[in-house]
């Protein structure tokens, strides 16, 4: 399982903050038992640099575990700029989501950069699944996107009024498993 810290908004401000801040990434209790005490346990490397033409390639990006003394179960804490379970940053996925919802199509498919056609499409069918799940917390948190019922209206407004990575944050505290 892991953990998000809110306003890691990019890479570069990740690595920056891992090496002067790095008991900020702690969890206060184990995600598993509940219980506090969580230990250092070293860190894993997650491919998160996806700008195949950037000469100053981050990855592997280091991201913290931690290990429960009381269950031995171990977790790590993710910045918000990281998804979860996905490879492409929530900065690409969100230029590509609002791509879709103002009715550009989808990129060529031999665009090295972009994701798979097969990937946007799995994301975009997401949102929409969940999309009730996922309105009903946001606006929960923002009540002014209320005024918006429809889904690409709401995603149009949610996402003037924050970055997707904050909107998925939000998601995450409030119980959902993100991907």
């Not at 979860?84 to 665009?111: D, K």
């Not at 944050?169 to 993100?178: A, F, T």
Request: aromatic content about 10%.
């Amino acid at each position: 399982m892991s953990g998000i810290l809110a306003g890691i908004t990019s890479l570069v401000q990740h690595v920056h903050h891992l090496n002067s801040n790095h008991n900020d990434y702690r969890p206060d209790q184990c995600f598993n038992c509940h219980k506090a005490g969580l230990w250092k346990h070293g860190c894993y490397g997650r491919t998160a640099d996806q700008n195949k033409n950037n000469k100053e390639n981050m990855n592997p990006v280091l991201v913290p575990r931690f290990i429960c003394p009381h269950c031995r179960k171990t977790c790590s804490t993710l910045p918000e700029c990281i998804p979860p379970r996905r490879w492409y940053l929530w900065t690409i996925q969100q230029v590509i989501l609002l791509a879709l919802l103002v009715g550009e199509s989808l990129p060529p498919r031999n665009l090295s950069q972009h994701p798979g056609r097969a990937t946007i499409l799995r994301w975009w069918n997401w949102f929409q699944e969940k999309f009730v799940l996922h309105a009903g917390i946001l606006r929960s948190n923002d009540p002014e996107l209320g005024r918006f019922p429809e889904f690409r209206e709401f995603w149009q407004a949610c996402l003037t009024k924050m970055s997707l990575s904050k909107a998925m944050y939000l998601l995450h505290k409030g119980g959902l498993v993100i991907p």
